[in-house]
């Protein structure tokens, strides 16, 4: 519920945006999870080999490898050297998200987002209570008693586990425990904790939280002034912790949100009827870069010519 406005979350995005506008990222999202789920799953359903392995280990086009950091330390404590291309694969890894946020993995390619998504989808829409909310660093504890039971071992121990590698494998052998696995975790979040699993428990998440600390790529709460509190962003930001600093920050304060908890989702700029977020760069500190476009598009909605009585207020 909008704290302004008493419209449900996104309404006065959707009223002036459109419906498509107003879940822009979150469509892309869903199309970027989709088409890298997709890239592994044609070789064994179709015998179409673009990329052969799992998000834990990968080779595309028989040329390209990539490796999960967290997997290639899991493998080195374990005493399993790994190989020259596995090394060249965490090390693409590691750039590639050090530049694009280390949780822009969690928002645009893990195959469990989804269903966490739903869960607090339903959570939100059923009324129920928060729940046990986890220390935010119990992920970076979980992970450390990963790389510490692998030494132990002498497994990649939280492959045993791990539900985005144990659905991988369901959908091309067989859902049965994977099924219930991710069952597991859709009703974790549900009744249990909300968003407890992403943003508190997943150590895979917290070792690509570390990678992406110096990100270039961010989002801006750059039309910061423009801001009606309506509180949409919080509703639906998975880590809504990140907003404050950049959206409430004092003058000369920066609008980045530079936390690498932050997952990159783009939600917070979907939701937003007023334009206040988008994406740039770290380097960009800029202020009120958008507001003449707010504005324009607060007015625009406001015309009599399109029909609308909404109303909202720019501080």
Request: with cysteine; glycine share 10%; aromatic share 8%.
């Amino acid at each position: 519920m909008s704290a302004r406005t008493h419209l449900p979350v996104g309404q006065e995005a959707i009223a002036i945006k459109g419906w498509i506008g107003a879940h822009r990222f979150l469509l892309l999202r869903r199309a970027s999870q989709l088409f890298f789920l997709a890239l592994f799953l044609v070789g064994p359903w179709f015998g179409i080999w673009i990329v052969e392995g799992t998000l834990a280990g990968s080779r595309t086009l028989d040329i390209l490898p990539l490796t999960d950091p967290f997997v290639l330390v899991q493998s080195m404590v374990a005493g399993h050297w790994p190989a020259l291309t596995a090394l060249i694969g965490a090390a693409i890894v590691v750039v590639a998200y050090a530049v694009l946020g280390g949780r822009t993995y969690c928002s645009w390619v893990c195959p469990i987002n989804p269903v966490t998504d739903a869960a607090h989808w339903l959570h939100v829409k059923l009324g129920l209570p928060k729940g046990w909310q986890p220390k935010r660093n119990t992920r970076l504890w979980i992970a450390l008693a990963a790389i510490l039971a692998s030494a132990l071992t002498g497994t990649i121990a939280w492959e045993l586990i791990n539900p985005i590698t144990i659905l991988h494998r369901g959908l091309i052998f067989g859902l049965g425990f994977s099924l219930a696995l991710i069952g597991l975790i859709f009703l974790f979040d549900l009744l249990l904790s909300r968003q407890g699993w992403c943003g508190h428990v997943c150590p895979v998440g917290a070792i690509y939280g570390l990678i992406g600390t110096k990100s270039v790529v961010r989002i801006s709460a750059a039309n910061r002034t423009a801001c009606d509190d309506c509180m949409d962003c919080y509703a639906v930001c998975p880590e809504n912790q990140v907003i404050s600093p950049a959206l409430k920050g004092k003058d000369g304060t920066s609008p980045l949100i530079l936390s690498p908890d932050c997952t990159n989702c783009g939600r917070c700029i979907d939701v937003c009827a007023q334009d206040v977020f988008h994406f740039t760069h770290r380097f960009d500190n800029r202020i009120g870069a958008l507001a003449d476009l707010s504005s324009a598009a607060t007015i625009g909605a406001a015309s009599p010519d399109n029909g609308s009585t909404h109303h909202a207020e720019i501080n």
